[in-house]
């Protein structure tokens, strides 16, 4: 069942999903000995991520990877992993750099898909079909109901599993070429957590938890592991409906 939480305000949603994702990887960690952790870029999360560093103080025996990446390097102000860095793995304490798994946006999206799909082969859990199967994945939500970088339509979408990881080159998005992890590993996650703030989510919101198409990538999540944490802007319910944190 999809956990689905509203929130006052940006600000309250972005410490809500900091709490849950620092609760699921320690409780991963405790389990297994180690966690993994997948982030997305955006604007959305760059908050959340600013708390999270604080929420976890230990960041020992945890991995962090991608969502999605923009074929930029990492000092390009569109790299995802340079939002990360100057948010989050920078003041992680404990944090193993060698256990930070950067998507190479810079070889391109064939080239840096591939070696991705090797890092996650290498260095993740892997289920019986050889999907990586990751801890918590950290999405945001486009307006057109897209999720990592898996658009509306898109062939990406028709992948099966064992496919981990896949160079993207028309994103209806800026810029066009991407890398992004495939549906299967997003639907083989523990815990997909997608964070949604302002009016301008709400239709996609709405559209998600409906009954899933291929035009709408985030409906094609995995209903039973995923959290949906909205501030009241984003919230396509009535205001009195709206299951609240607060
Ligand atoms: C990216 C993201 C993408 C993002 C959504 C929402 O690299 O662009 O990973 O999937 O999460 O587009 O973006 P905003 O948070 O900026 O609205």
């Known amino acids: 069942m999809t956990s ?28 297994r000995g180690a966690a ?9 999360p760059a ?26 390097g990492p000092e390009d102000e569109e790299s995802n992993y340079k939002l990360a860095r100057d948010t989050l793995l920078g003041s992680a304490g ?12 810079e070889l391109g999206p064939e080239r840096g898909a591939e070696r991705y799909a ?7 859990p892997l289920d019986r079909q050889g999907v990586a199967v990751l801890d918590v994945i950290v ?5 057109d109901g897209h999720v990592a970088s898996l658009f509306p339509g898109a062939p990406t979408l028709d992948v099966q599993a064992p496919e981990l990881c896949l160079g993207v080159h028309d994103s209806p998005k800026p810029p066009p070429e991407r890398i992004t992890l495939t549906l299967p590993v997003l639907r083989a996650a523990q815990r997909c957590l997608l964070l949604a703030t302002g009016a301008a989510k709400a239709d996609a919101v709405d559209a998600m938890l409906a009954e899933p198409s291929r035009h709408v990538p985030a409906s094609l ?3 039973g592991r995923l959290s949906v944490i909205l501030d009241d802007a984003a919230s396509p319910e009535p205001p009195n409906e709206r299951p609240r944190a607060d």
């Not at 689905?4 to 389990?31: F, N, P, V, Y």
């Not at 959340?48 to 074929?71: H, T």
């Not at 090797?118 to 993740?124: T, V």
């Open 118 to 124: 090797n890092a996650l082969r290498e260095h993740a």
């Open 94 to 105: 404990g944090l193993e750099q060698s256990l930070v798994h950067r998507m190479e946006g």
């Open 47 to 72: 908050r959340a991520y600013e708390l999270l560093a604080r929420e976890l103080e230990d960041w020992r025996d945890i991995s962090v990877w991608f969502a999605d990446e923009r074929c930029v």
């Open 36 to 44: 993994h952790l997948a982030l997305s870029g955006g604007s959305t």
């Open 4 to 31: 689905l939480t509203t929130c006052a305000d940006a600000e309250a949603a972005a410490k809500r999903a900091a709490g849950e994702i620092a609760r699921r990887l320690q409780s991963a960690r405790r389990e």
């Open 221 to 223: 999540l995995r209903r």
């Open 139 to 143: 999405l945001g939500i486009g307006p």
